[in-house]
């Protein structure tokens, strides 16, 4: 298959290709694309049951929707005066919250200079935004990375050099794990990949271990790793990373089963596996998407039928169509429980629900009754301060809350982290 892409100017031919899709579907999907981010791949358009498609949770992964806008900005957007779009298109993002959590705390900074590229948050791991992977062959319309995709360029990271990183890690001895993250790294080419890799494995930094790459590419265009005309290039370097005695851990983003079921992503996993690459499997829990313990349940089995571990299952981040993709804390966790009680234990590897908050990773651990009050269990899986890491402390109960800044502590009069 050869990669063709469709975005908001490409959108009129798509129903040249989805013959059943109304007019009006288009024209809302239109003016939502406005403000969130789409961009699909043919790959992608074909996992979708085009006769079902409003319910088909790939199609919702996709294709913003006319409901993750508030009523009112959604009318404002359709009636504005051209002259008017831009501003209002400002406007209507400002109010998304389009930088949550700190992406642009922990920039590190090696002899005066600032490494706009990279994020060093927790001791062991420092996050790589390769300037040229800073799209994705489809966008995932709850994305909070999508300020990067819709050219607010004072929120963009990039980051030209490598130099300078690995200067830093050198410098600090504490870092195991360099993660190339995005947008998605395995966009960019395999030359430039090659370029980044070199450099890092002939800079023979003792500490560096592991190097891990966060990637939807498997789920967005498994062909990445069968027939692009750098495949090949591209899985000689993951095996040259393996070779030179780092770890090779592929972080895949996968959302639901449908993405595991054609012949494409399984060669493509077999074709990474071969390199000595260990797949990681991680999503957030998404409203619309796939908030049900069958669907975890479903995906976490047949990861690891595919030899995959699964890993972490995430909050959605406040930012975005937050309200239109939110599972409260009570909900995800008992979707995570179901579901993870039905798995063998080899899918037990799996965290969450995690909110990836400013002082650290917050998992929902438990309900419990301590006291006679009804209690979440919480647990950092990593924090900024990492000696709060694995100690176990309660919040109040609480039906709708969907983030940490929504609870109260139980007992204490605060959390621990603050
Ligand atoms: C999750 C995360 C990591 C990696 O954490 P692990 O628990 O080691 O997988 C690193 N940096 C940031 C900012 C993260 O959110
Ligand atoms: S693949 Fe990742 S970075 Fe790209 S749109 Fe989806 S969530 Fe965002």
């Not at 024209?27 to 049951?49: M, T």
């Amino acid at each position: 298959m050869t990669y063709k892409a469709y975005n908001i100017k490409s959108i009129k031919k798509l129903p040249q290709i989805i013959k059943n899709l109304p007019k009006e579907e288009i024209e809302n999907i239109e003016i939502a694309a406005k403000i969130f981010p789409f961009k699909v791949s043919n790959y992608v358009l074909d996992l979708i049951d085009w006769k079902n498609y409003k319910d088909d949770p790939i199609f919702r992964l996709v294709f913003p929707q006319k409901e993750m806008l508030k009523e009112e900005d959604f009318k404002r957007l359709k009636n504005a005066p051209p002259d008017e779009v831009d501003k209002i298109i400002y406007e209507i993002r400002m109010k998304l919250n389009p930088h949550p959590a700190g992406q642009k705390e922990n920039i590190p900074e090696i002899n005066g200079i600032k490494l706009a590229g990279s994020q060093h948050k927790y001791k062991e791991t420092i996050l790589f935004f390769p300037r040229q992977g800073q799209t994705c062959h489809a966008y995932c319309s709850f994305c909070f990375r999508w300020p990067q995709f819709t050219g607010i360029n004072e929120l963009k990271f990039a980051m030209k050099e490598i130099e300078a990183l690995i200067e830093y890690i050198k410098a600090h001895p504490t870092i195991t794990d360099i993660l190339f993250t995005g947008g998605d790294p395995m966009v960019m080419s395999a030359k430039i990949f090659k370029t980044y890799i070199d450099a890092i494995i002939d800079a023979k930094i003792p500490h560096l271990q592991n190097i891990r790459i966060g990637s939807k590419a498997l789920a967005f265009w498994p062909y990445r790793f069968i027939s692009d005309s750098d495949s090949q290039e591209l899985l000689d370097t993951f095996k040259k990373i393996v070779d030179s005695g780092y770890h090779l851990a592929f972080m895949a983003h996968f959302s639901h089963y449908k993405e595991l079921e054609t012949d494409a992503v399984k060669e493509a996993i077999k074709n990474i596996q071969k390199t000595g690459a260990i797949i990681r499997t991680q999503s957030p829990i998404l409203n619309h998407i796939n908030a049900s313990s069958e669907v975890w349940e479903k995906m976490w089995k047949e990861q690891v039928r595919l030899g995959m571990v699964p890993y972490y299952m995430f909050m959605p981040r406040d930012t975005g169509a937050k309200e239109y993709f939110d599972v409260p804390l009570a909900k995800a966790y008992k979707i995570y429980k179901d579901a993870i009680s039905k798995v063998s234990g080899l899918a037990r590897t799996v965290r969450g629900p995690s909110m990836s908050a400013a002082p650290g990773k917050i998992a929902v651990t438990g309900v419990s009754e301590i006291n006679g009050k009804k209690v979440f269990v919480l647990n950092m899986l990593q924090a900024k301060n990492p000696s709060l890491v694995n100690i176990p402390f309660f919040a109040k109960y609480d039906e709708k809350a969907s983030w940490i800044d929504e609870l109260k502590p139980a007992f204490a009069n605060k959390f621990i982290f603050e």
